[in-house]
């Protein structure tokens, strides 16, 4: 648990400096630049939700699975 408390705290903390920078360093507009990070979060969001919705269903049927006695 640690572990992987650590690294989702490094990955979060690498996404925002990663942020930062692209902010500073972009030579788009900035209206460009806030378009296309808002289609790069609206697209993790999305990945984010249809992993969560798979890992939902395969927590279910192994739930079902111990509960009809099949493990």
Do not use: D
């Given at each position: 648990?640690?572990?992987?408390?650590?690294?989702?705290?490094?990955?979060?903390?690498?996404?925002?400096?990663?942020?930062?920078?692209?902010l500073l360093y972009?030579?788009?507009?900035?209206?460009?630049?806030?378009?296309s990070i808002r289609?790069?979060?609206?697209?993790?969001?999305?990945?984010?939700?249809?992993?969560?919705?798979?890992?939902?269903?395969?927590?279910?049927?192994?739930?079902?699975?111990?509960?009809?006695?099949?493990?």
């Open positions: 648990m640690s572990k992987t408390c650590s690294f989702l705290k490094g990955a979060i903390l690498g996404g925002i400096i990663g942020s930062i920078l692209v972009t030579p788009f507009t900035g209206e460009e630049c806030q378009s289609g790069y979060i609206y697209n993790i969001q999305n990945e984010v939700r249809r992993a969560g919705e798979e890992k939902r269903l395969e927590l279910e049927r192994e739930l079902e699975a111990l509960r009809s006695g099949e493990k």
